[in-house]
């Protein structure tokens, strides 16, 4: 048996690529929107506008941050061999950048009342990462 073998029969962990250049950008002080635009595949950037414009007070420019960057990391999910469930570990970083944007997606859907898009976000992100979901609530 392998040490690696899921035993409950369920999909493996999903586990995304390193996102190295919007992480270098992003350390060498370009700004988020400057990431999204030279990266704009990348879900942690699309995640950090969608945190900057909800802590500003721009809710509905947040859902959208959010929303773009949840397609984003749909995409590469499906690219890297998830069939649209399963787990979706916070504990490997890579996958941060998705949560982050999920999570931001459920608290702007919230916001705007549209209780349907939240419960559904909320309940993906408990699904997808319990972690996640206790860590960023």
Known sequence: MSIHENLLGGPPPTHLPAETGPLELLASGATPAEVTAAY??????WAQLADDAFAAGRTVESYAYARTGYHRGLDA???NGWKGHGPVPWEHEPNRGFLRALHALGRAADAIG??????RCT???RDSSPTAADTLN
């Open 40 to 45: 704009p595949t990348s879900s942690l950037a």
């Open 77 to 79: 999910l499906r690219r």
């Open 114 to 119: 549209e209780k349907d898009e939240a419960e």
């Open 123 to 125: 309940q993906f992100l």
